[in-house]
């Protein structure tokens, strides 16, 4: 699990976005999503601290714990949000893995649903900071999960 198998670059869907090397095959392992494991509450005190609304590199471990991909974080920071992804994210024993969904040619960008959960997902200004830029034919607009 390298990142060598991993280019950073800049993304059609925003800012960077990470893509492949090389072929991944369907269910391939591509990456481990790393950075410093957090509680929630430290993770709400740097995003306020930071200033940049609805944007973060933390990853849900559940149990009240987080990933902080933007300190001491890898690669997989960068895999951006598609309605479409072509991988997701598996909880394997307190580490997130990112394997593929189906194979995924050299140079194409890795994407996962982030399927977001927000406190107050009824305020339009701030489901507006979860707006989805992916273009997949099913977008549904955000990065929010879906609610049914």
Not at 72 to 101: F, K
Not at 116 to 138: F, Q, T
């Amino acid at each position: 699990m390298t990142s060598r198998s991993i280019s950073i670059r800049k993304s059609a869907v925003h800012g960077r976005g990470a893509f492949a090397t090389r072929r991944f095959q369907a269910e391939e392992t591509v990456i481990e999503y790393t950075g410093e494991r957090i509680s929630w509450q430290e993770a709400a005190d740097r995003y306020n601290a930071a200033g940049t609304a609805g944007h973060t590199f933390y990853f849900d471990l559940g149990d009240d714990q987080v990933i902080d991909g933007g300190s001491g974080g890898n690669a997989a920071r960068w895999i951006n949000h598609s309605c479409a992804p072509n991988c997701a994210a598996e909880l394997d024993d307190g580490r997130v893995v990112i394997s593929t969904l189906h194979d995924v040619s050299a140079g194409e960008e890795l994407t996962l649903d982030y399927n977001l959960i927000i406190e107050d997902d009824e305020d339009p200004d701030e489901r507006l900071l979860y707006r989805c830029a992916c273009g997949s034919p099913g977008c549904r607009g955000t990065m929010l999960a879906p609610t049914d």
